[in-house]
């Protein structure tokens, strides 16, 4: 394409945007309030597995040693729960601090704690697995490694809650997938719409356009250019309704994460690109008939 063709169809592209400014307007707030719901569903995704995850790196295990155990055997213990598969840290707790930790835990003044003649607890150890290890399946195993070692009473790391929560943590997923599909084939079917009409109203000038002589290409370029000019701006006005929507939020609920740049200038790319392909396929169909 030469130059002065180049220069041609983008000064066309901008006169048609222009010339139509009324249905452009209209256009591209609709495609920015169908493209709100998207981002609007993304960012509570993003926030909802962020807390999932946060969650699940604070999972601990505890592993309790028997009563009386002497000092250089816990310490061989601890050794050897450094060297075991999976695990990051280990953390040392005497029953002192258990029962000061639970005494906070419980409140003072408790009745339960008062009427005790001597601690109850045992000394433990605080375990924190690496990436990866942390799932039921996972912990049962280092668990029941664990448990077997000498000097060792018990291994606990809430099992039944743990499992119960990977169950709704897979459910979410599920469901928020689900949801995801149709509210991204809902907005791709109002866009696609929103184009179309926009198309069919410039139907005059295609015609007139055909009549004169100009070529597929003279007249498809301008309105791929149209099209992903709507995408770019509408997809901006989106991402500026969510972070109105962000700020009014982040009163009410703390560490509410926005979605990051890199991820907004690829949302901004896809509309524009979604833009000019249902412009295009939009206008083939009409150039056929």
């Known amino acids: ?30 495609m920015g309030l169908s493209l709100l719901i998207l981002v609007v569903f993304l960012m509570v995704t993003l926030n909802i597995a962020g807390f999932i ?11 309790y040693l028997d009563e009386g155990l002497d000092e250089e055997r816990s310490r061989e213990i601890q050794v050897k729960l450094l060297s075991e598969t999976g695990v990051e840290e280990v953390v040392f707790i005497s ?28 000394d433990a150890y605080r375990l924190k697995l690496k990436e990866g290890y942390v799932s039921s399946g996972m912990m049962d195993a280092i668990a029941g490694r664990i448990a077997a070692w000498e000097g060792v009473e018990e291994v606990r ?9 990977e169950r709704l943590v897979r459910s979410f997923y599920i469901i928020d997938l689900v949801l995801g599909l149709i509210v991204f084939l809902s907005v791709i079917f109002v866009i696609s719409n929103t184009v179309r009409l926009t198309i069919f109203n410039s139907r005059a000038t295609i ?16 309105f791929i250019i149209e099209g992903a000019l709507q995408g770019i701006v509408s997809s901006i006005l989106a991402v500026g309704l969510l972070g109105v929507i962000h700020a009014f939020a982040s009163r009410y609920i703390h560490d509410l994460v926005f979605i990051r740049l890199d991820a907004i ?22 150039l056929r008939s």
């Open 1 to 30: 394409m030469k130059i002065n063709e180049f220069r041609y169809i983008l000064d066309e592209s901008v006169s048609m945007l222009w010339r139509r400014k009324t249905a452009n307007l209209i256009s591209v707030i609709i």
């Open 53 to 63: 995850d946060k969650t699940s790196k604070e999972t601990r295990m505890y592993v």
């Open 95 to 122: 029953r002192e601090e258990a029962l000061v930790d639970f005494r906070e835990t419980l409140g003072e003044g408790n009745e339960l704690l008062d009427a005790l003649d001597s601690n109850p607890l045992p």
């Open 157 to 165: 790391f809430g099992k039944r809650w743990f499992e119960k929560g």
């Open 207 to 222: 015609d007139i356009l055909k009549l004169v002589g100009a070529t597929n290409r003279y007249i498809e370029i301008p």
């Open 265 to 286: 200038a690829l949302f901004v790319f896809l509309c524009a690109l979604l833009g000019a392909v249902g412009s295009y396929a939009a206008l083939r169909r009409f």
